[in-house]
């Protein structure tokens, strides 16, 4: 493939990529599953951070490393930048992403004229696990 073409190609996966986060930000609540729970636990975290007493009298941190203690981590740090509902949109656009820019770097990974097989992985971008 010429490196025009190439060029041509990755431009265009990127376009695509960036229109996949469309579904997450012109909705005002995301409708995913869990979403809320794992906002609320997020939230729950950064008042446990600031030293809230009252939060502190019910809750404590179990940093035991559990299912989808990532997402409360990243959550809460999209928490200092940004409210609840932004934050939740931050995150979702980054694994969004990281998905689709993990499936560009594999397409190329033996062959860089497979890139674009990595259009093919578009349609699982907004898969079950995500939901």
């Known amino acids: 493939m010429k490196p025009a073409a190439s060029r041509w ?23 995913t599953g869990d979403g ?25 941190i179990d940093a035991r490393p559990y299912p989808n203690w990532l997402s409360h981590a990243l959550l809460r740090l999209a928490l200092a930048a940004a409210p609840p509902l932004v934050a939740e949109k931050l995150v979702l656009s980054v694994i969004v992403l990281l998905f689709l820019a993990a499936a560009w770097t594999l397409a190329g990974t033996v062959d860089r004229e497979s890139r674009v097989y990595a259009f093919l992985a578009m349609p699982f971008a907004f898969n079950f696990l995500l939901q």
């Open 36 to 60: 809320p729970s794992h906002l609320y636990n997020a939230v729950v975290l950064q008042e446990l951070g600031a030293g809230s007493a009252e939060m502190a009298r019910l809750f404590r």
């Open 9 to 31: 190609l990755a431009l265009l996966f990127t376009a695509t990529a960036l229109l996949h986060l469309l579904p997450i930000w012109r909705v005002h609540y995301v409708p």
